[in-house]
């Protein structure tokens, strides 16, 4: 079993900065199995789409409308997954989620945390 907590949302005013943090836990297999982590994010009525993503594979991945602007750290035990975001906007506005993805085809979500940008 893998368990992820995601922290750090909150409210922030257009072109401030936030931090968001996700940890993984679970047994050492399943941890030793993590291929890749993410972060996602759904606005109020619209689909989860990606924001970006550390894969053991293909490396780093950002959606367009977050490049240059959100980071995305993985600590070297796969264990752990920040997102850097800066010069947010109102459009940034969604629950963010944190992906953890074990053994390439397993897919565990956290529960969210919600950012909002005031204009």
């Known amino acids: 079993q893998v368990q992820v907590v995601e922290s750090g949302g909150g409210l922030v005013q257009t072109g401030g900065s936030l931090r968001l943090s996700c940890t993984v836990s679970?047994?050492?297999?399943?941890?030793?199995?993590?291929?890749?982590m993410a972060w996602y994010r759904q606005p109020p009525w619209k689909q989860r789409d990606l924001v970006a993503i550390i894969s053991r594979a293909n490396g780093t991945t950002y959606a367009d409308p977050v490049k240059g602007r959100f980071t995305i750290s993985g600590d070297n035990a796969w264990n752990t997954v920040d997102l850097q975001m800066n010069s947010l906007k109102p459009e940034d506005t969604a629950v963010y989620y944190c992906?953890?993805?074990?053994?390439?085809?397993?897919?565990?979500w956290g529960r969210g945390t919600q950012v909002t940008v005031s204009s």
């Open positions: 992906l953890v993805r074990t053994y390439g085809v397993f897919n565990h």
């Open positions: 679970g047994s050492r297999p399943s941890l030793n199995s993590v291929t890749d």
